[in-house]
């Protein structure tokens, strides 16, 4: 699953030297991933990388598991419920944001709602504090473990946009399409893809003939803007949490923006 998960492991090499990377390729197609595990795992990459004097970086990825490392909290080992999940699976994507939002709970102003995985797994989490209300008076939010600082880059809307339907033009015609086949073809069911998100939603969608080529790629571009601008949103939740985000000026080459991160970097050293 190397170019819907957007891996682009060949950017991890700089001017011939490979930048060692973590937490790619830990687990196989198919299986399930939660941001409990992604706690526990960045843990024991986080201890391994400061034990050798390292900084460890993290870059990408989705708001809210960012967001776990820095204000971590008890709801993420909430249970997994199959059968609420069997029950709510059949639903649409407006059916399980109004069932999500009829249940406010201590949870709601936290949730990532971002895609329809996360959307099931906010109403799974306020299902079980509704029926154990005792979890839901704890103080869930704790500090980070880790000492951190935090980088941005928010281009212009039209400029992000742009880059967005760029790359994935380049993806659908460079192997995207044939790497969900064999996916299929190895086993996995439309379900299980279907899982991982919306390049992989989209793709088994038209593969499994439930649309055209010009509707999937449609679809699919309007809902990854939709995405992109939600995750956006996600940022500005975490800054009013007190979390500070060093916004980069977008204008700035990438040396310049590298400048700053290092410079930034070696007065934090020095406090």
């Not at 050798?52 to 993290?58: D, E, K, S, T």
């Not at 406010?104 to 306020?126: M, Q």
């Amino acid at each position: 699953m190397d170019i819907g998960t957007g891996k682009d492991i060949n950017e991890y090499t700089i001017a011939g030297k490979q930048i060692p990377y973590h937490l790619i390729d830990i687990k196989d197609a198919g299986e399930q991933y939660n941001v409990n595990e992604f706690q526990k795992d960045f843990r024991n990459v986080y201890q391994e990388i400061a034990g050798r004097n390292a900084v460890p970086i993290v870059c990408g990825g989705t708001g809210f598991y960012i967001y776990s490392l820095l204000k971590g909290h008890a709801f993420s080992a909430i249970p997994v419920n199959k059968s609420l999940r069997m029950e709510i699976e059949m639903l649409t994507q407006e059916e399980l944001h109004r069932k999500f939002e009829s249940s406010i709970t201590a949870y709601s102003p936290l949730a990532d709602t971002s895609t329809r995985k996360r959307l099931i797994r906010a109403i799974e989490i306020s299902e079980f504090l509704i029926r154990n209300p005792d979890r839901g008076q704890q103080t869930f939010l704790q500090s980070s473990e880790y000492d951190t600082l935090i980088f941005g880059i928010n281009p212009p809307v039209e400029i992000r946009r742009e880059r967005i339907s760029v790359r994935l033009k380049y993806r659908l015609e460079n192997g995207l399409i044939g790497e969900v086949e064999r996916l299929l073809k190895s086993g996995l069911s439309g379900e299980q893809l279907i899982y991982y998100g919306l390049e992989y939603k989209f793709v088994t969608m038209y593969l499994l003939g439930q649309m055209n080529y010009s509707d999937m790629s449609q679809r699919l571009e309007a809902e990854i803007h939709r995405f992109a601008k939600r995750q956006m949103t996600f940022f500005r939740k975490m800054e009013k949490d007190e979390i500070v985000i060093n916004w980069l000026d977008y204008d700035l080459s990438t040396e310049e923006q590298i400048k700053l991160i290092v410079d930034n970097y070696e007065k934090r050293q020095l406090v």
